[in-house]
Each structure stands twice: as structure tokens, then as C-alpha cells.
């Protein structure tokens, strides 16, 4: 069981500095965090349709393992 723990705290950890970077890395709309950090002068570089498209969905995947390891770190610490 202290395996399983020690695992999913590391897989916490990674999902969580991964989802910073890929949510810093979208398309900023103009008055957001991302403008903050250089996004908004970057339009005419800015991701076609379709890369934007496939970068929402690994945000998305990302996010779901990030909840989906906080839920079983806190079972794991409930029940055991």
C-alpha cells in the first residue's frame, strides 16, 4: 500500500507542474495570465486550429488523471 501512495503522490506532482505548463501554453484571449507572460504578443505565432484543438484535448486528459489521483490519494488515505 505504501508503494501505491508513494506513486501517486509522484504521478500528483508531474501532473501538476505538466497541467501549468500546457494551460500557460494555450492561446490567450486578450487580458488573461497568459498575456502576463508574453502571450499576447505572440499572435502571429499563435497554433492553427487543429493544434490548438489537439492541445485543449491533452489539457483535458491531463486534467482528469490530476483529479482522478487526488480522489485515490484521498481513499487511500481514508481507508487505510
Do not use: C, P, Q, Y
Not at 57 to 71: E, G, M, N, Y
Request: hydrophobic share 60%; aromatic share 8%; net charge positive.
Amino acid at each position: 500500500m505504501e508503494i501505491l501512495n508513494w506513486t501517486l503522490i509522484a504521478l500528483l506532482i508531474l501532473t501538476s507542474a505538466f497541467l501549468i505548463l500546457l494551460i500557460l501554453m494555450h492561446k490567450g484571449k486578450g487580458g488573461g495570465m497568459s498575456d502576463m507572460f508574453g502571450g499576447g504578443m505572440s499572435s502571429s505565432l499563435g497554433s492553427s486550429g487543429v493544434a490548438e484543438r489537439n492541445l485543449n484535448r491533452f489539457t483535458t486528459l491531463v486534467a482528469i488523471v490530476w483529479a482522478a489521483s487526488i480522489v485515490l490519494l484521498g481513499v487511500i488515505v481514508r481507508f487505510a
